[in-house]
């Protein structure tokens, strides 16, 4: 999902607050499937290259796959795949599918959009994920061109792909919109146009969208009668309103006019205990960067102390952080990655359960205060003063920073915690330039892997913005994608051991899982969530009163 790069509200192409509403007219009427669904914020782009988020267009624009339920693979527009042996080389057959204007989708569309995306003029945020394909990274680096991808037509129907090094989780990844085809006979005569308008488009997916002129606040997906299953189809119309509060939204829900809702952390306080509650929590968990970097050179000392990282984490009372900002305790963290994203393949127990160390996560004021003392005396002075950057767009960010600084004053003695909060784009940019000592941020999984997560402090990765480097986990990390990308459970523990190897360092110290709760009705069946990657999945949402 966006990368969030400091903790701010979940927004994406798309990636709306639910809200959903039928009408009062008969069941048996086709009218009666429609959703009113309320977003929270304005769409910013439908050019699936250039797009920072795919909350729900996946039911706009199909892949190879799309995510059903538990975000589980399915395939898509591909009716059948198949690797070889050393899972280097990927072969998907079309089905007879096309465009929403009634336009055959082939092998070519999805080797010019491949192309299209790491091309380094289109600048798409996302092109760094197409760097394990052959010559990826060299493309989007501008050091080759982009017909070397690895990605040809083998013939109208066959798209054959070759990977630089095995994909454990390549069939989700190519559940990601920004896999699937685009048609270029429609981005060249856009041209500019391209993406900016709901009518300067065609649909690979389930829906079409309708009404949105680049700029307001409502439009519509409507069933898409060329895609090909469109029989399974039940939903004929999605609208969407921008309904930014959710005080508002609340209210409408109230009043019966709305039939799903987001609940703010005040509103959830009240409704914890309802009926029609739902958790539609994407996998996202809010932690502390520390910048390796740091251009004043004492701060660089204190940050790079590993003695002084792990005085602030065993120094934060999570779960009184937790129930600050939820209103209720949730599952402790455990580590960078949340509960519910990925399962072990042999066990199925939660990663989240296998990560964790019993001493870097919990609170321990002695400890901490011991850890903090080793570190003062090896950097040679009494007093540590740091600042935190945090976004104002984010409504949990005034409680999170004043708990922060709050609770590392009073269990560090000398310590002072300087608060920087900035508006979100101002605090992105920051945090991208390296230009902070920490701060706030959050990470949101683009797909059902641990390594969406641990791919971040890894060296020289594009997120990276703290550049941690740590011998150990970059070579477990590198050992789960070489090595031992062939054997699950093999490059499970890789990550495992990584993962543990971030605690222990504290390369980044998790804070909580971000939660979100929705309140609704019980008429609105059968929507499918996912936790990472496409968010929402209407293929088969239906009505029934």
């Given at each position: 999902?966006?990368?969030?790069?400091?903790?701010?509200?979940?927004?994406?192409?798309?990636?709306?607050?639910?809200?959903?509403?039928?009408?009062?007219?008969?069941?048996?009427?086709?009218?009666?499937?429609?959703?009113?669904?309320?977003?929270?914020?304005?769409?910013?782009?439908?050019?699936?290259?250039?797009?920072?988020?795919?909350?729900?267009?996946?039911?706009?624009?199909?892949?190879?796959?799309?995510?059903?339920?538990?975000?589980?693979?399915?395939?898509?527009?591909?009716?059948?795949?198949?690797?070889?042996?050393?899972?280097?080389?990927?072969?998907?057959?079309?089905?007879?599918?096309?465009?929403?204007?009634?336009?055959?989708?082939?092998?070519?569309?999805?080797?010019?959009?491949?192309?299209?995306?790491?091309?380094?003029?289109?600048?798409?945020?996302?092109?760094?994920?197409?760097?394990?394909?052959?010559?990826?990274?060299?493309?989007?680096?501008?050091?080759?061109?982009?017909?070397?991808?690895?990605?040809?037509?083998?013939?109208?129907?066959?798209?054959?792909?070759?990977?630089?090094?095995?994909?454990?989780?390549?069939?989700?990844?190519?559940?990601?919109?920004?896999?699937?085809?685009?048609?270029?006979?429609?981005?060249?005569?856009?041209?500019?146009?391209?993406?900016?308008?709901?009518?300067?488009?065609?649909?690979?997916?389930?829906?079409?969208?309708?009404?949105?002129?680049?700029?307001?606040?409502?439009?519509?997906?409507?069933?898409?009668?060329?895609?090909?299953?469109?029989?399974?189809?039940?939903?004929?119309?999605?609208?969407?309103?921008?309904?930014?509060?959710?005080?508002?939204?609340?209210?409408?829900?109230?009043?019966?006019?709305?039939?799903?809702?987001?609940?703010?952390?005040?509103?959830?306080?009240?409704?914890?205990?309802?009926?029609?509650?739902?958790?539609?929590?994407?996998?996202?968990?809010?932690?502390?960067?520390?910048?390796?970097?740091?251009?004043?050179?004492?701060?660089?000392?204190?940050?790079?102390?590993?003695?002084?990282?792990?005085?602030?984490?065993?120094?934060?009372?999570?779960?009184?952080?937790?129930?600050?900002?939820?209103?209720?305790?949730?599952?402790?963290?455990?580590?960078?990655?949340?509960?519910?994203?990925?399962?072990?393949?042999?066990?199925?127990?939660?990663?989240?359960?296998?990560?964790?160390?019993?001493?870097?996560?919990?609170?321990?004021?002695?400890?901490?205060?011991?850890?903090?003392?080793?570190?003062?005396?090896?950097?040679?002075?009494?007093?540590?003063?740091?600042?935190?950057?945090?976004?104002?767009?984010?409504?949990?960010?005034?409680?999170?920073?004043?708990?922060?600084?709050a609770q590392l004053e009073s269990v560090l003695p000398g310590f002072t915690l300087n608060l920087r909060t900035i508006p979100g784009k101002l605090a992105s940019d920051n945090a991208t330039k390296g230009n902070f000592e920490i701060s706030l941020s959050s990470w949101g999984g683009d797909f059902k892997d641990p390594i969406t997560f641990l791919q971040i402090p890894e060296q020289n990765t594009p997120y990276n913005f703290?550049?941690?480097?740590?011998?150990?986990?970059?070579?477990?990390?590198?050992?789960?994608?070489?090595?031992?990308?062939?054997?699950?459970?093999?490059?499970?523990?890789?990550?495992?051991?990584?993962?543990?190897?971030?605690?222990?360092?504290?390369?980044?110290?998790?804070?909580?899982?971000?939660?979100?709760?929705?309140?609704?009705?019980?008429?609105?069946?059968?929507?499918?969530?996912?936790?990472?990657?496409?968010?929402?999945?209407?293929?088969?949402?239906?009505?029934?009163?």
């Open positions: 999902m966006k990368k969030l790069l400091v903790a701010s509200a979940m927004t994406a192409l798309a990636g709306v607050t639910l809200a959903a509403c039928g009408n009062n007219s008969s069941n048996n009427d086709a009218k009666t499937q429609t959703l009113n669904l309320a977003a929270t914020s304005q769409l910013s782009t439908l050019d699936i290259s250039t797009s920072t988020g795919y909350g729900s267009t996946g039911n706009a624009f199909s892949s190879f796959y799309k995510l059903g339920d538990d975000g589980k693979p399915e395939l898509d527009l591909a009716q059948s795949a198949k690797t070889s042996k050393d899972g280097k080389t990927w072969t998907f057959k079309l089905r007879d599918a096309k465009w929403s204007n009634g336009k055959d989708i082939t092998a070519n569309d999805f080797v010019y959009s491949w192309r299209r995306t790491v091309k380094p003029a289109t600048k798409a945020e996302y092109s760094y994920l197409f760097n394990d394909v052959e010559n990826g990274e060299a493309i989007t680096n501008g050091k080759m061109n982009p017909d070397k991808l690895g990605i040809k037509a083998l013939n109208k129907h066959t798209v054959q792909i070759k990977l630089t090094k095995p994909i454990a989780y390549f069939k989700t990844l190519m559940a990601y919109p920004l896999f699937g085809p685009q048609d270029q006979a429609t981005v060249k005569k856009y041209g500019d146009k391209y993406g900016t308008n709901a009518k300067y488009m065609v649909y690979s997916g389930p829906f079409s969208i309708e009404g949105w002129n680049g700029t307001n606040d409502t439009w519509s997906y409507v069933k898409n009668n060329n895609y090909w299953d469109a029989k399974d189809i039940k939903l004929k119309k999605i609208n969407y309103t921008v309904v930014a509060n959710p005080t508002t939204s609340l209210n409408l829900y109230n009043q019966g006019k709305i039939d799903v809702t987001a609940l703010s952390s005040e509103q959830l306080k009240n409704y914890k205990n309802n009926s029609e509650l739902h958790d539609y929590s994407y996998s996202m968990t809010t932690f502390l960067r520390y910048n390796f970097n740091d251009p004043d050179e004492q701060n660089r000392k204190i940050i790079n102390n590993k003695n002084i990282r792990k005085a602030i984490s065993l120094a934060i009372d999570r779960d009184q952080l937790n129930e600050s900002i939820l209103g209720f305790n949730t599952k402790k963290i455990t580590g960078f990655v949340p509960y519910g994203l990925a399962n072990d393949p042999k066990t199925g127990k939660d990663f989240a359960d296998q990560q964790g160390n019993k001493d870097s996560l919990a609170y321990n004021k002695k400890l901490a205060k011991q850890y903090y003392e080793k570190g003062l005396k090896e950097l040679g002075i009494k007093n540590v003063s740091l600042s935190l950057m945090a976004s104002t767009d984010d409504s949990n960010t005034p409680v999170a920073t004043q708990y922060l600084k703290g550049k941690y480097n740590d011998t150990k986990f970059n070579a477990l990390l590198k050992k789960a994608g070489t090595t031992d990308a062939n054997d699950a459970s093999k490059r499970w523990q890789d990550l495992i051991d990584a993962s543990k190897e971030l605690n222990d360092d504290q390369g980044i110290s998790p804070l909580y899982q971000v939660r979100t709760y929705y309140l609704q009705k019980s008429y609105v069946k059968d929507v499918i969530h996912n936790t990472a990657g496409p968010q929402w999945n209407y293929t088969k949402t239906f009505i029934k009163k």
